[in-house]
């Protein structure tokens, strides 16, 4: 770790809040089944946007008005198997809304190297808009 935060193209990523976001996310005491990153000061830094336990929290901002523009990255934790074995699987996704701009979503791969280097413990990765 860099500190605070680590710069990737411009755009830095405010490391501790989300590292402690995604422990969060994993740990199995804790309630807290998201973490939801967005772009914030301007575009010039990805930090924390929301975290919780209702998934639809995430489903209404990404599906309403806000998340046509929205760039954001979701750490999820489901529970898979049965009531006999279940387990915990961890989702990452990326959302690019459809009126991003094209440079903008040019940008997010780059910056998800970043994110992923965070939050590296994922069973699948999700892309969508």
């Not at 701009?101 to 999700?126: D, G, R, W």
Request: with cysteine.
């Amino acid at each position: 770790s860099s500190g605070i935060n680590a710069e990737y193209g411009g755009v830095s990523l405010d490391e501790d809040t989300v590292k402690a976001g995604y422990e969060d996310v994993r740990n199995d005491e804790s309630e807290t089944k998201f973490l939801m990153l967005t772009y914030q000061e301007d575009n010039t830094k990805i930090s924390v946007h929301k975290s919780g336990s209702d998934y639809s929290e995430v489903l209404t901002e990404l599906g309403g008005e806000e998340g046509e523009s929205l760039r954001a990255y979701v750490y999820l934790r489901v529970v898979t198997g049965d009531e006999m074995s279940k387990r915990h699987k961890f989702v990452l996704l990326t959302w690019c809304g459809p009126s991003v701009p094209a440079l903008k979503k040019a940008k997010m791969s780059l910056e998800k190297t970043q994110v992923k280097n965070l939050m590296s413990n994922y069973a699948v990765e999700i892309q969508t808009s």
